[in-house]
C-alpha cells in the first residue's frame, strides 16, 4: 500500500456504519421537531412565534447531545470506579477537571472530534490481567439506559409540552451514541470506545499496552516527563503486534519519549520506520508524529523539499484542526522561524502558545515544548548570525 493510499485510509476513514446511525439519527430528531410543530400549530399563528418555537426545538436538540456527552462521560466514570479504577480527568468539550498532586483543578483543552472523555488511573496489573470491558463499555451502558428512561419520561409529559420533545430527542441521541461508540469502529482519527476494549483483550501483550498507556498518562499528570518513566513500558513492540491499535500506541510513545529525551536522530527513525508501514496507528498518533518529522527537519536540517513532502494536504488539514494543540503550535512556530524566517509570525504562535499552556492540564508536557521552541529559536538565530 502506497503512503499517500495509506494516509488517507488512517487519516481520512469515517465508516458508513456511523455515518448511516447520524444520519438516521438526525432524520429522527427532525420527525419529533416537525410532529410537535404539528401538533401545537394553530391558524392563524405569526411566523415569527413559529420561528421561535422551532428555534427552541433546535436548542432542546443541542442540550439533549450535551446531556448525553455527560452521561456518556459518566458511565466510564461509575464502571471504572467500579472495577478498581481511580479518577484522573473529566473533560466535556474544553472543561476538565484533573486531579493533581495538590487535589482536582479545573483546565481547558479541546481535542477536536471529541465531545468529551474520562480518563482513569489503572488499577495495578494481578498475573497480567485487569478489567477493561466496563471500564470501556460504561459510557455506553449508560447511554443504552437512558433510552428507556428519557422515553418513558417523555410519555408522562403533556403532549403539547417542549419536555416531550426534549426528551424524546434526548433518547434519540442516546441510541445513536450507544451505538457509534459500542460498535468496534476506528472512527475518523481515532478509535471508539468498542474498538479499544476489543483490541485491550485480543492478548496479554494488549492488555498491558492498555495499561501503560493509562499509567504513562497518570504519572504525566502528576509530573513526569515521559523520558522519566520506566525504561520497560517504552520496548518497541514487534510489527506484527502493531497491528493492533492499542499495543501500538506503546510504540508512538516511544516516539514521543524520543523526542523528548531530544535523541531527535532516533525518534525520526522510529517515526520513518512506524509511518511506513500498515499497522494500528490511529490518524491522529500518525499526524502528531509527522509534525514530530517537520520539526525535526527544520531544526537538523531545514530542508524545505523534505518538510513540504510531510506536509501534504491531509497533514495541514489536521494540523488546521488540532491548532491549539500544543505539539501543532510548536511546530508552527518551528516553520515560521526556520521555513518563513517570519519574526511576526513566530512571536504570534508563541503568544497563542502561551494562552494555551496558562490553562493546559499537563505542565510536563508545556515544560517539554518549550524546550523543542527555545532550540527552533537557537537554530533560527545561528542562522541569521
Same mark, same amino acid.
Given at each position: 500500500?502506497?503512503?499517500?493510499?495509506? +494516509?488517507?485510509?488512517?487519516?481520512? =476513514?469515517?465508516?458508513?456504519?456511523?455515518?448511516?446511525?447520524?444520519?438516521?439519527?438526525?432524520?429522527?430528531?427532525?420527525?419529533?421537531?416537525?410532529?410537535?410543530?404539528?401538533?401545537?400549530?394553530?391558524?392563524?399563528?405569526?411566523?415569527?412565534?413559529? *420561528?421561535?418555537?422551532? *428555534?427552541?426545538?433546535?436548542?432542546?436538540?443541542?442540550?439533549?447531545?450535551?446531556? !448525553?456527552?455527560?452521561?456518556?462521560?459518566?458511565?466510564?466514570?461509575?464502571?471504572?470506579?467500579?472495577?478498581?479504577?481511580?479518577?484522573?480527568?473529566?473533560?466535556?468539550?474544553?472543561?476538565?477537571?484533573?486531579?493533581?498532586?495538590?487535589?482536582?483543578?479545573?483546565?481547558? *483543552? =479541546?481535542?477536536?472530534?471529541?465531545?468529551?472523555?474520562?480518563? *482513569?488511573?489503572?488499577?495495578?496489573?494481578?498475573?497480567?490481567?485487569?478489567?477493561?470491558?466496563?471500564?470501556?463499555?460504561?459510557?455506553?451502558?449508560?447511554?443504552?439506559?437512558?433510552?428507556?428512561?428519557?422515553?418513558?419520561?417523555?410519555?408522562?409529559?403533556?403532549?403539547? =409540552?417542549?419536555?416531550?420533545?426534549?426528551?424524546?430527542?434526548?433518547?434519540?441521541?442516546?441510541?445513536?451514541?450507544?451505538?457509534?461508540?459500542?460498535?468496534?469502529?476506528?472512527?475518523?482519527?481515532?478509535?471508539?470506545?468498542?474498538?479499544?476494549?476489543? #483490541?485491550?483483550?485480543?492478548?496479554?501483550?494488549?492488555?498491558?499496552?492498555?495499561?501503560? !498507556?493509562? +499509567?504513562?498518562?497518570?504519572?504525566?499528570?502528576?509530573?513526569?516527563?515521559?523520558?522519566?518513566?520506566?525504561?520497560?513500558?517504552?520496548?518497541?513492540?514487534?510489527?506484527?503486534?502493531? +497491528?493492533?491499535?492499542?499495543?501500538?500506541?506503546? &510504540?508512538?510513545?516511544?516516539?514521543?519519549?524520543?523526542?523528548?529525551?531530544?535523541?531527535?536522530?532516533?525518534?525520526?527513525?522510529?517515526?520513518?520506520?512506524?509511518?511506513?508501514? !500498515?499497522?494500528?496507528?490511529? &490518524?491522529?498518533?500518525?499526524?502528531?508524529?509527522?509534525?514530530?518529522?517537520?520539526?525535526?527537519?527544520?531544526?537538523?536540517?531545514?530542508?524545505?523539499?523534505?518538510?513540504?513532502?510531510?506536509?501534504?494536504?491531509? !497533514?495541514?488539514?489536521?494540523?488546521?484542526?488540532?491548532?491549539?494543540?500544543?505539539?501543532?503550535?510548536?511546530?508552527?512556530?518551528?516553520?515560521?522561524?526556520?521555513? #518563513?524566517? #517570519?519574526?511576526?509570525?513566530?512571536?504570534?504562535?508563541?503568544?497563542?502558545?502561551?494562552?494555551?499552556?496558562?490553562?493546559?492540564?499537563?505542565?510536563?508536557?508545556?515544560?517539554?515544548?518549550?524546550?523543542?521552541?527555545?532550540?527552533?529559536?537557537?537554530?533560527?538565530?545561528?542562522?541569521?548570525?
Amino acid at each position: 500500500m502506497s503512503e499517500q493510499r495509506r +494516509k488517507k485510509k488512517n487519516y481520512s =476513514s469515517f465508516p458508513w456504519a456511523v455515518f448511516t446511525a447520524y444520519m438516521l439519527a438526525g432524520a429522527a430528531c427532525g420527525a419529533v421537531i416537525m410532529l410537535h410543530l404539528e401538533r401545537i400549530y394553530t391558524s392563524g399563528e405569526q411566523t415569527h412565534v413559529r *420561528m421561535l418555537r422551532f *428555534m427552541l426545538l433546535f436548542m432542546c436538540m443541542y442540550g439533549a447531545i450535551i446531556v !448525553q456527552i455527560v452521561i456518556h462521560e459518566a458511565g466510564h466514570l461509575l464502571f471504572g470506579m467500579a472495577t478498581g479504577y481511580r479518577f484522573n480527568s473529566f473533560r466535556i468539550f474544553n472543561l476538565m477537571w484533573i486531579k493533581e498532586n495538590s487535589g482536582i483543578r479545573f483546565r481547558r *483543552m =479541546s481535542l477536536s472530534g471529541t465531545g468529551g472523555q474520562c480518563l *482513569m488511573n489503572p488499577p495495578d496489573l494481578t498475573d497480567g490481567k485487569m478489567p477493561v470491558m466496563l471500564y470501556n463499555y460504561g459510557g455506553v451502558i449508560l447511554n443504552t439506559v437512558s433510552v428507556p428512561l428519557f422515553a418513558v419520561l417523555a410519555l408522562l409529559c403533556p403532549a403539547g =409540552s417542549f419536555g416531550r420533545p426534549a426528551l424524546l430527542l434526548s433518547a434519540v441521541i442516546g441510541l445513536s451514541y450507544a451505538f457509534v461508540n459500542g460498535f468496534p469502529l476506528g472512527v475518523g482519527l481515532v478509535n471508539n470506545d468498542g474498538k479499544n476494549a476489543l #483490541d485491550a483483550s485480543r492478548s496479554p501483550e494488549a492488555l498491558r499496552a492498555f495499561w501503560i !498507556q493509562m +499509567k504513562a498518562n497518570e504519572m504525566t499528570s502528576k509530573g513526569a516527563r515521559l523520558r522519566e518513566m520506566p525504561d520497560e513500558w517504552f520496548m518497541l513492540p514487534s510489527d506484527e503486534a502493531m +497491528k493492533n491499535s492499542i499495543i501500538a500506541v506503546v &510504540g508512538a510513545l516511544a516516539c514521543s519519549r524520543e523526542m523528548d529525551a531530544h535523541r531527535f536522530e532516533q525518534a525520526d527513525r522510529l517515526m520513518a520506520g512506524m509511518l511506513s508501514k !500498515q499497522n494500528g496507528i490511529v &490518524g491522529l498518533h500518525r499526524a502528531m508524529m509527522n509534525c514530530d518529522r517537520i520539526f525535526v527537519r527544520l531544526i537538523r536540517q531545514n530542508s524545505p523539499e523534505a518538510v513540504e513532502r510531510l506536509l501534504s494536504k491531509e !497533514q495541514k488539514k489536521i494540523m488546521k484542526a488540532y491548532r491549539a494543540y500544543p505539539s501543532v503550535l510548536r511546530t508552527e512556530y518551528a516553520l515560521a522561524l526556520l521555513r #518563513d524566517g #517570519d519574526l511576526e509570525k513566530a512571536a504570534g504562535v508563541r503568544k497563542k502558545f502561551e494562552q494555551t499552556a496558562s490553562s493546559y492540564p499537563y505542565p510536563v508536557e508545556i515544560e517539554g515544548e518549550r524546550e523543542l521552541m527555545d532550540i527552533a529559536e537557537e537554530k533560527a538565530r545561528s542562522g541569521r548570525s
